[in-house]
């Protein structure tokens, strides 16, 4: 059992502001998956922040006073309860810990492999290093710029819906599409244009409204479907690299590092971007794979999807009424 698997249902209260000169709020603090939960006393979500880049900026004073930043100049929370306070030390210090160092990335290939494969990318072998870069990132890792890039898009898609009920559906239907062992994440935000968005990690952005709209829970899985075979298609860590240029990909490599500027960058684009249409070719082996019928995304979305690889088959239940009416209701809890 991890750290954050202990504390995962811990709360506690606190005093947050939005910024320097902001007024202060009573709010409850959580836990969610890497990150560190605010919410106003009805439980609405106030702010989200990545466990990793958590910072207490007075250490051994009282109460504890913590930002999500290392400036500390914009959002901060005051926590008083002890047992909240050691919670967050213990998470992040494990979470730090378990982050790649840069002594430990540098032996993913040798000191001379590095230098050689710099000379290289910066004459004719740009390629190759963002091939070697894509291949040596661990899970982990991508699992920290996805919580960053997230960060940063709740400024465009507006805060994560979040209710209990409704997050264990998302995590039910998560199961249902990608299978118990997967890494896989739906997380549904207000206002998404393009309906639904992978980033690095594994997380599936799904818009609120395309779930609204839809009357069939083969609806929305069908956008998750086809965020995550964009995904597949072209790995969301590929196209930060692509818009950062060759400096921050080999920042990447030698340091485990992206400079913040450029996710937020990244997040701002990727959530105004139209969505890119993809082919039957792409997407019918994604729908065949976790045995949800194309017909009823295709008939929302115009998409052809034929011949639907679920026509002769009794397709096994996707979510039950319960979670369904839940994941509907999601932003509205």
Known sequence: MTALDRYVRLESDGIWRAGPDAQRKDVVISFGDATLVISDQA???????????????????????????????????????????????????????????????????????????LALAIFWLPGALMRQTLAVVPQPKRAEIGATILGHMQRETGTICRSPKAMEAAERLATRLFGAEAHQKIVIVPTLARGSLAIPGGIILLDYGSLQAADDPAVAAGHVLAGYAAGQKLDPLEAILDQAGLRATFGLLTTGDLPDDVLALYAKIAVSAPWQDLDADTLLPVFDASKIPTSPYAAVTGTDLQPDPMTDEAVPTILNDADWVSLQNICNA
């Open 43 to 117: 439980g609405r979500p106030l702010s989200h922040w990545s466990l990793p880049a958590v910072k207490r900026q007075n250490p051994g004073e009282h109460p504890a006073v913590y930002t999500p930043d290392e400036e500390g100049d914009g959002e901060a929370v005051e926590v008083a309860e002890t047992t909240m306070v050691n919670a967050i030390e213990e998470v992040s210090k494990a979470l730090a810990k378990a982050r790649p160092k840069p002594g430990k990335l540098r032996q993913w290939i040798t000191g001379g492999l590095i230098a050689t494969s």
